[in-house]
């Protein structure tokens, strides 16, 4: 196929039972589902525009496809616009031909026009999502646990099923300080997701008090990726998950659940810090502006961020520093590089940076693509 010919476009809505078929029969052979029901928010008619297709040259035959799935994430001092992309396949027979390199254009693009501060996406082909600007940045923290203490609250209840009303999830999972935004609908659908088990804990008044999910599909089996309520109620809830299942799991948890941590790691058989994903920054000045203001929010207005000439300049007052390369900013944006891991930055605008930095960051387990 010549590089001209090559024009990503979105699917129209004639076309998603055949894009579902095209994802499944690449990325989900032998499952028993659609992979829709897997991705309710990102492979559905409401998301057709941000689905980037290319097909053969009779428009027949898909070859290609990645999507873009954008939602709003509310921290402390800052609310951010990511664009997820996932679902990146070429057809076999046709790869190596720029396909995935033109719909993933495609999407960063639909990113840029929907002000996406910026972008994430799994992937274990590092090189390949590096040439567009990615770098494996942010935080996973895990645990695998296989020996909890006794249930604390002895005389509550716990379910495993997936028939909970999804407004009392969704006003569990609003208690986390970084979250992003659902919809109860979202969360309905969420709870449908295949091979999944969502285990809750009620007072003896029937209130959801703690929820946790393990499994998503094909992916995230004995993790449990989602979760809310209280520290001591989510261990207690994941005492009653270890006790009745006899098998281990893996919790995985953002770095700024650091009550959380404590107890897991104490716990804990095994702990690993892994990253968030693949990030690029989509727009560096809308994400510099967002940055100073919550370094405003904590009474610095002096902080230095700008791009000149492709180099990075930061720092507070006068004391600045240059980044030559937009990877290691990543990096410290979203960790895991600490500002005094750099080595060069003086004392006190250190303390001053990591009063910020690294931001605080978690794409819940129901939220990736
Ligand atoms: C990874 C994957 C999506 C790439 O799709 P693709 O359409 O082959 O991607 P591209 O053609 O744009 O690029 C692939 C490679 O071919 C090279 N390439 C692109 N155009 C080329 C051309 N005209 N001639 C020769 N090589 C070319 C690219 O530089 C790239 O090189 P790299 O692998 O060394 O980085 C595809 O291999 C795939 O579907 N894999 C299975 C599913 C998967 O793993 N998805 C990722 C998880 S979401």
Redesign the pocket.
């Known amino acids: 196929m010549e590089?001209s010919n090559i024009i990503p476009r979105s699917p129209a809505p004639v076309e998603l039972s055949k894009v579902v078929d095209f994802l499944n029969k690449?990325?989900r052979l032998n499952v028993a589902w659609p992979i829709s029901k897997e991705y309710p928010t990102a492979v559905s008619s409401a998301n057709l525009h941000n689905m980037s297709i290319i097909t053969d040259e009779s428009a027949d035959k898909i070859l290609?496809h990645?999507l873009l799935r954008p939602f709003i994430c509310k921290t402390p001092h800052a609310i951010f616009k990511i664009g997820a992309?996932?679902?990146?396949?070429?057809?076999?027979s046709?790869?190596?031909?720029?396909?995935?390199?033109?719909?993933?254009e495609n999407c960063i693009a639909k990113a840029n026009e929907q002000e996406c501060d910026f972008i994430i996406?799994?992937?274990?082909?590092h090189?390949?999502y590096r040439?567009f600007g990615f770098e494996l940045a942010g935080f996973e923290h895990s645990f695998q646990i296989s020996q909890t203490p006794p249930i604390v609250n002895k005389d509550f209840k716990f379910m495993k099923s997936t028939r909970i009303d999804p407004a009392a999830i969704l006003k569990l999972y609003n208690q986390h300080t970084v979250n992003s935004v659902r919809t109860v609908d979202e969360v309905h659908q969420y709870l449908n997701i295949p091979n999944a088990n969502v285990f809750t804990m009620w007072t003896p008044q029937n209130q959801l008090v703690a929820y946790a999910v393990e499994g998503k599909g094909i992916d995230l089996q004995n993790y449990i990726h989602e979760w809310g309520g209280s520290v001591p109620d989510v261990l207690d809830l994941l005492s009653y998950i270890i006790q009745s299942e006899k098998k281990p799991y893996t919790f995985m948890c953002p770095h700024h659940s650091t009550n959380l941590k404590n107890r897991l790691s104490l716990m804990s058989d095994f702990s690993n810090i892994g990253f968030l994903g693949l990030i690029k920054i989509n727009n560096f000045e809308r994400l510099a502006l967002k940055i100073k203001k919550m370094f405003l929010a904590e009474g610095y207005d002096q902080i230095i961020l700008e791009k000149k000439n492709g180099e990075i300049i930061f720092g507070h007052k006068t004391d600045l520093y240059t980044l030559k390369n937009e990877a290691d900013f990543v990096k410290l944006v979203f960790g895991p590089t600490s500002i005094k891991e750099l080595g060069f930055v003086a004392n006190d605008t250190a303390q001053v940076l990591e009063k910020v930095l690294p931001l605080p960051l978690w794409v819940w387990g129901w939220d990736s693509v």
């Open positions: 590089d690449n990325l290609s990645a992309i996932g679902s990146v396949v070429t057809d076999p046709a790869r190596h031909q720029g396909l995935s390199t033109k719909n993933l996406l799994w992937s274990d082909q090189e390949f040439k």
